[in-house]
């Protein structure tokens, strides 16, 4: 029998002006996908979608796509908080989206101001009366990226503040799990190859992004101290104190490292006692947080064959339960670290040099998907379900009903 023609895949204009075709490249080649630059002849396209952009590769009746319709609102925070809000409101108290875990409050401004208002109120009058701090807040831009536009602040109701912009504010899980005194992240990554019914992949494997300040509980004087608070790549980048590591896996002091290593040494120091019960906790944080866009999934039903990475921003804290701080629709999966020299000024940097540390988690991640997908879409492809896949990601799927 003779071999099958390896799938193609085209990359639109969008994804060379974000610098992301290496790493596709380099997947594509690992996983037996061979690239042309002819999009009607692809298999797959490959693009990406914005608020702002109205121009997109169309693709033709068939083709694989790697985005789902309506991704790209759910996961604007704003739109995702309100969800979570009406969804509680719907279910019977005690339901599994009242437990306190994996999603931390948050509200969608303007449209859930006078709940926020009510919150704010009675969590400072619990507050002062255990002789505590008001709690604190953290305000996002609702279609903000990059760390642009984020604030802490104990009072997110200012009336100084423009009421009609919309906005997100999230409870600050102010006791992060620390390694070497500093707050990190995790940016995680999940495969959605199915809609109705739901069903996702989640790589084993994931960047930790190291804040460069040491850090302390917030208080009127640090907060704007944003070094020391958030985890954002982007931002922390341009800081003296960012430290850029040769190593595949960061280092042990690398501002970028990956999850593997730093699972390692967080249970050397016995900070983690299970590692394997950690991503157990991790897949259920993203099975829950799934289900909440499970309404617009069976509303925007699409016959287009699709698929969509998605990037879940994950916080642990000091008892080692993770967080949710968002989704990111379209991560991004550049493998070089973007900077500019002292006297430039750019939004994403004039030059750039290899990072190891991402395309060591990064190439393998979508080459991983890609063999996902072409499994499911040439399930007969011998070349198409390695084994390392059940190492790579969850082998098994999260139903839809397990809210």
Known sequence: MPKAAAPTIF????????????????????????????????????????LAD????EPLPGQLINWWPGMLHCCRKGLFAHLISRLRALLPPGSLLDDGKFIPPQ??????????????EMRAAEAKKRGKPAPV???????????DGIVLTSDPCKTSWDASKERVVQ????????????????????????????RVFLFREGLARFAVDAYVEPTRENMRNA?????NYSLNKKCENFKHSDAADGGDDGSKRTASSVFAALKALGQVADVEALWEKIGALVRRSLTVLQ???TTSATPQPCFQILGFDVLLDSKVQPWLLEMNDHPSIRIDLSFDEPGQYSMNGLNSIPSPVDEAIKVPMLAAA??????????????????????????????????
């Open 11 to 50: 990359f639109a204009n969008r994804v060379h002006h974000r610098n992301e075709v290496e790493g596709l490249e380099k997947a594509a080649a690992m996983a037996g996908w061979r690239v042309t630059n002819k999009a009607e002849a692809a298999t797959a396209i490959w693009d990406v979608r914005t």
């Open 54 to 57: 109205v121009t997109t590769t």
């Open 107 to 120: 509200w969608a401004l303007p449209r859930q101001v006078s709940e926020l208002a009510a919150a704010v």
């Open 137 to 147: 807040y953290i305000v996002k831009p609702d279609a903000g990226s990059q760390g």
């Open 171 to 198: 409870q600050y899980l102010g006791a992060p799990l620390l390694l070497d005194g500093l707050k990190f992240d995790l940016r995680l990554y999940v495969l959605v190859t199915s809609t109705c019914p739901l």
């Open 227 to 231: 070094h020391m608070h958030l985890t």
């Open 295 to 297: 309404p617009v999934f």
């Open 370 to 403: 890609l063999r996902v997908v072409a499994r499911r879409v040439w399930p007969d492809r011998a070349d198409a379900h390695p084994s390392e896949l059940l190492i790579a990601f969850l082998d098994t799927f999260f139903p839809s009903e397990c809210v």
